[in-house]
């Protein structure tokens, strides 16, 4: 079993690195998602299409959440922001549904 860390931002790999509940073995600004196995936690933010391929294959996938007004949207945050503004990783369970 495998943990990653999927963020291009500074500001939240900080803050994960200070979350003693997760230990990180793999920092990644762009998951390759061919990767992931049965089994593996992912965090971080992903793409909805990436999200579903790491579920579909067995993985647990928790989003980082980080509540902002828009005008902070594409920002970088420090850990006291993102700590201040309640960041929190939340599981999610995404499927692709073909039609």
Same mark, same amino acid.
């Given at each position: ?9 500074? @500001? /939240? ?6 979350? =003693? +509940? ?7 600004? &762009?998951?390759? !998602? ?23 294959? @067995? /993985? ?6 980080? =509540? +902002? ?7 970088? &945050?420090?850990? !006291? ?19």
């Amino acid at each position: 079993m495998t943990t990653y860390f999927v963020s291009r931002h500074l @500001g /939240a790999i900080e803050w994960i690195k200070q979350q =003693p +509940q997760w230990q990180i073995d793999e920092f990644t600004p &762009h998951l390759d !998602a061919t990767r992931i196995q049965a089994g593996d936690v992912v965090l971080g933010t992903l793409p909805l299409h990436l999200a579903a391929e790491v579920c579909s294959r @067995g /993985a647990k996938l928790y989003f980082l959440m980080l =509540p +902002q007004q828009f005008a902070e949207r594409g920002n970088e &945050h420090t850990v !006291a922001a993102m700590s201040a503004a309640g960041a929190t990783l939340q599981r999610f369970e995404v499927k692709k549904i073909s039609e």
